[in-house]
């Protein structure tokens, strides 16, 4: 029998991708290069044209809330592989090298923390342990969150950055869409908020499920937030996309979206929504009611929200 063998190189009408073999500090949009600890100053921002650099679920928990307050729970859990799946490599493999790469146990970090004092449920995503993908393990980590916020009258916060459904996993993994929906209405039906955050990328069946169910949707500058890529829908129907297709600021302008806040001042907005939403211990219940205050004018709620600001 004949052997068959296949070379595929590239053609001239097919550039190389103008980020291939691009150092991870250096920025994508300008090529502006930083050392590792400029880039850590500057909480990953490009200094010089603002673009938001990817980040690991732990250093996005530092960066987020109150120093020393996050206690994860739930860090043993990881994949069974029940499908036995193999492509080019077994899945266990995938997943040992990425365990390795990232320090995770998989592509979600969950626990209790607080932000400006205001306690929440925090369930935050890593796009560098396999792009972020959900799978079972994920799924199960963002229904320990809601359970935690549940158990503990407190706002649930998810950070997303995700490509989607973990393909290794099958129906396994296009399940979790369905359970981690189930997990946002028992949030709901607590009567507690459930704040959304999508990072670049949410895609796939992240914003097809919990990533876009929030109470309140933040979204980071320039995060890619659509089921399929750009080039994908492009390419699929035939039309020409604007260029922020999917992106947040395109998101906002079609309201599905409340704010795109630059990660500068991301703790800062959602400790004032944390205190909007969640009263702290201290302040009167239902046995000691507060004094009835002055009236503070129409806007006066947004004043005292913003620390003087608004109309």
């Known amino acids: 029998m004949a052997q068959i063998s296949v070379d595929i190189e590239r053609g001239p009408d097919e550039p190389a991708s103008p980020h291939q073999g691009r150092h991870p500090n250096t920025c994508p949009v300008c090529s502006s290069h930083y050392r590792d600890d400029e880039l850590v100053a500057a909480l990953r921002v490009c200094r010089q044209c603002g673009h938001h650099f990817r980040l690991p679920a732990r250093e996005r928990i530092a960066q987020l809330v109150d120093a020393g307050s996050f206690q994860e729970a739930a860090a043993d859990l990881r994949n069974a592989d029940p499908l036995a799946f ?12 990425a365990e390795l790469a990232t320090g995770l146990g998989d592509a979600m970090l969950v626990g209790t923390a607080s932000v400006g004092g205001r306690p929440c449920a925090l369930a935050v995503m890593d796009f560098f342990f396999m792009g972020g993908s959900m799978g079972s393990v994920v799924g199960e980590k963002f229904c320990v969150a809601a359970d935690l916020a549940v158990a503990r009258g ?14 290794q996993e099958n129906v396994l993994a296009l399940m979790q869409m369905a359970k981690t929906v189930m997990a946002v209405d028992q949030v709901r039906a607590a009567r507690l908020p459930f704040i959304s955050i999508c990072s670049d990328p949410t895609t796939g069946g992240v914003i097809a499920s919990f990533a876009a169910l929030g109470d309140v949707m933040i979204a980071e500058p320039g995060a890619l937030m659509s089921f399929a890529g750009p080039r994908v829908v492009q390419q699929t129907t035939g039309e020409t996309l604007p260029t922020d297709f999917g992106r947040a600021e395109s998101q906002l302008r ?20 944390l205190q909007l939403f969640a009263p702290s211990t201290d302040e009167p219940t239902a046995d000691a009611p507060a004094p009835v205050p002055p009236p503070a004018g129409p806007m006066g709620w947004l004043r005292r ?5 608004g109309g």
């Open 86 to 97: 193999v492509d080019r490599k077994p899945y266990t493999e995938r997943l040992t090298e």
């Open 154 to 167: 407190v706002p649930l916060v998810a950070v997303a950055s995700s490509g989607g459904a973990r393909m």
């Open 254 to 273: 079609l309201g599905h979206v409340d704010l795109v806040v630059p990660r500068a001042e991301l703790t800062a907005a959602l400790g004032r929504l």
């Open 305 to 309: 929200l913003f620390g003087g600001a």
